[in-house]
């Protein structure tokens, strides 16, 4: 019993967090406390190995209402850094492909969300039968560490923003190693398997991403 309130006070947690776009990761590492760090669209809360699940739901509980209002103050501040910052305009790639605009770090966000939300019903319709698992909720995230990121209990998969400079091939891919988390949440032989079996040329896909910043989670 204590173990399924611990469950369902966690679920709670997450989902109220990513109502804010906050991900809530939680990592055991060998530190004798609970701590917490906060960044934008992210609460990373790092627990001892030897701890009960009761007692990090607990402490998270603790700590949501200073994240949410923390979280607000953050963005603020991160926006008004960027305001200050020189604007300097690159070139832009669109699926792989060099695009005849120059954009600003913040155009470009808009410019590849943009990109993102328009392919991304199309191409969740196209691999979810063909893994055969259903993705209840799906969102874009400005994500410099993963390239994509799956909620198992809420059936919500996260896409990097970044994801649109690549082959369209890559964030196919990353749609699929998504679902098939929920099939194995885990990166076991299994899971691997069943990446294989709906998409035969992941590998491809998984090598150009992986030489880069971010990682599939």
Sequence with gaps: MTTALSESLLTALIERLAAADIELKVSQKPVRNINFSLKPYQLAVSVPVAISA???????????????DHHKQLLIRQQQLFSM??????????????????????????????????????????????????????????????????????????LSVYLPAFPIECTEYVIVHELCHLHHANHSRAFWQTVENAMPEYKQWHKMLAGKAGKLD
């Excluded at 009761?54 to 949410?68: F, G, M, S, T």
């Design 85 to 158: 910052t020189p604007t300097v305009a690159h070139p832009i790639l669109l699926w792989g492909k060099a695009q005849s605009i120059n954009l600003n770090e913040q155009e470009k966000l808009v410019y590849y969300r943009q990109q993102l939300a328009e392919v991304m019903p199309e191409l969740f319709d196209k691999w979810q039968p063909i893994v055969g698992a259903q993705a209840k909720e799906t969102r874009i995230k400005k994500m410099h560490t993963r390239w994509g990121s799956c909620n198992t209990r809420a059936q919500r998969i996260w």
């Design 54 to 68: 009761k007692q990090v739901a607990q402490a998270i509980d603790r700590r949501v209402d200073w994240a949410l």
